[in-house]
C-alpha cells in the first residue's frame, strides 16, 4: 500500500516485478490504473448512448414535423418540391431547436439565480 | 471501442465510483434539459409554422412565436404549480 501511491513517477518498470504477491490484491498503482481506464470506458459509452438518444430523437421530430410540412399528400413517390422543402424544413427546424435551447437555458439560469 | 468488462468495473474503488455516479447524475439532468428542448420545439414548431415552408431560416414573425411560446408555456407552468400548491392547502 505505501509504495507507487504519488503518480508511479520514480519506478515505472519495478512496480510490476517488485510486488511479491501474484494477481489477488492488486497493487495500488494497477488499480489506480484500471479504475482510471474503467472510469474513461464508462463514461465514453454513457456519452455516446446519450448523443445516440438525443439524435435518434431530433431525426424522429424533424421527419414528423417536416413530413407534416411538406408531404402533404403523399404519392407514389416524393416529387423534387418536396424534397426541397425537406431540406429547407430541416434547417429550419434545427434553426428553431437552438432557439428554444438557447431561451429555456437562458431562462432556467435566471430562475436559478431569483430562487 | 473497446467492452467495458465486469472486472474492470469491480476494480472501481469508492471514490471512483462516486464520481461517476455524480457524472451520471450531471449527465442526466443534461439529458433531461435536452429532452424538454425537443418537446418545447416540437410543441411550438406545430403551433409557429403553419405556412408553406419557402426558406431554411425562421421569418421574423415565426422566430417570435417560438420564443413567445416556449415562455408562455413555462409561464403557465409555473401558475399551474401555484394552482397545485394552492389546492392543497
Known amino acids: ?115 | 471501442m473497446p467492452e467495458l468488462d465486469s472486472q474492470a468495473l469491480a476494480s472501481l474503488d469508492a471514490e471512483s465510483r462516486k464520481e461517476i455516479m455524480q457524472w451520471i447524475d450531471s449527465e442526466n439532468s443534461k439529458a433531461k434539459v435536452q429532452s424538454s428542448i425537443h418537446n418545447f420545439t416540437d410543441m411550438c414548431w406545430k403551433k409557429c409554422v403553419t405556412k408553406d415552408i419557402t426558406s431554411n431560416m425562421l421569418d421574423t414573425t415565426e422566430s417570435n412565436c417560438m420564443t413567445n411560446c416556449l415562455q408562455r408555456f413555462l409561464d403557465t407552468n409555473i401558475n399551474v404549480v401555484k394552482l397545485i400548491q394552492a389546492a392543497q392547502k
Not at chain 1, 512496480?15 to 474513461?40: F, I
Not at chain 1, 426541397?84 to 430541416?90: D, M
Request: glycine share 6%; hydrophobic share 35%.
Open chain 1, 1 to 115: 500500500m505505501a509504495f507507487g501511491l504519488f503518480g508511479g513517477s520514480s519506478n515505472t518498470d519495478s512496480d510490476k516485478t517488485a510486488s511479491p504477491v501474484p494477481v489477488a490484491p492488486l497493487s495500488t498503482s494497477t488499480l489506480g490504473a484500471n479504475a482510471a481506464q474503467a472510469k474513461k470506458l464508462i463514461q465514453e459509452q454513457i456519452s455516446q448512448e446519450l448523443a445516440i438518444a438525443n439524435a435518434t430523437e431530433l431525426v424522429q421530430k424533424i421527419t414528423e414535423n417536416c413530413f407534416q410540412n411538406c408531404v402533404k399528400n403523399p404519392g407514389s413517390t416524393i416529387d423534387a418540391a418536396q424534397k426541397k422543402c425537406t431540406e429547407q424544413c430541416f434547417e429550419k427546424y434545427m434553426h428553431g431547436w437552438n432557439l428554444v435551447s438557447r431561451a429555456y437555458i437562458t431562462r432556467i439560469q435566471q430562475s436559478k439565480y431569483d430562487i
